[in-house]
């Protein structure tokens, strides 16, 4: 028997959709996916955990289900769902502004202790100094190193700059 009939039952214990047909050699992804076309968010699926006789299935139903296990195509197997985020992080696309620059990536960044200056380094082996209310670089990025700046940060007196190239060097 390469298929078993299953129902799949929510947390709060109601069926969802009817009985189904599924193959012994689901995995948890497959159930993913089959769930997730069931509740009609396969545009933007949810993540589930999947049980069977209060066992995880994390690699195939039929790993998951005990040898001595009856099953017939006359059975029913439930197998419950849980959600495994009930959150969701999406990613911040609001931009008031960008301030081009570097040639390369922002390696680091370090704002001045009053909020209004803001230091950058870069893999193009600069420094900037930015004043924010302008969005303009007063430093015109020479190139003063000759590795990447890993990391940048204010010096205690908050009147310097400290910066640390690859070497680990100020």
Not at 148 to 153: H, K, P
Request: charged share 15%; glycine share 6%.
């Amino acid at each position: 028997m390469d298929t078993v009939i299953a129902q799949l039952i929510s947390p709060e214990g109601s069926n969802t959709g009817p009985p189904i047909d599924v193959p012994l050699l689901s995995t948890p992804q497959n159930l993913n996916e089959l769930l997730n076309e069931l509740l009609a968010q396969s545009d933007d699926p949810l993540p589930y955990a999947f049980y069977v006789h209060n066992t995880e299935i994390t690699s195939t139903l039929t790993a998951t289900l005990h040898p001595s296990a009856q099953t017939s195509t006359e059975t029913v197997l439930p197998i419950r769902y849980q959600p495994q985020a009930l959150f969701r992080v999406r990613p911040v696309t609001r931009s008031s502004a960008s301030i081009p620059g570097h040639a390369e990536a922002v390696l680091s960044a370090a704002f001045f202790p009053d909020a209004r200056n803001l230091a950058s380094t870069s893999g193009d082996c600069t420094t900037l100094l930015w004043g924010l209310s302008s969005q303009t670089s007063g430093d015109v990025g020479v190139r003063i190193h000759k590795n990447w700046v890993l990391n940048i940060g204010w010096a205690p007196d908050t009147e310097g700059k400290s910066r640390v190239r690859r070497h680990g060097r100020h």
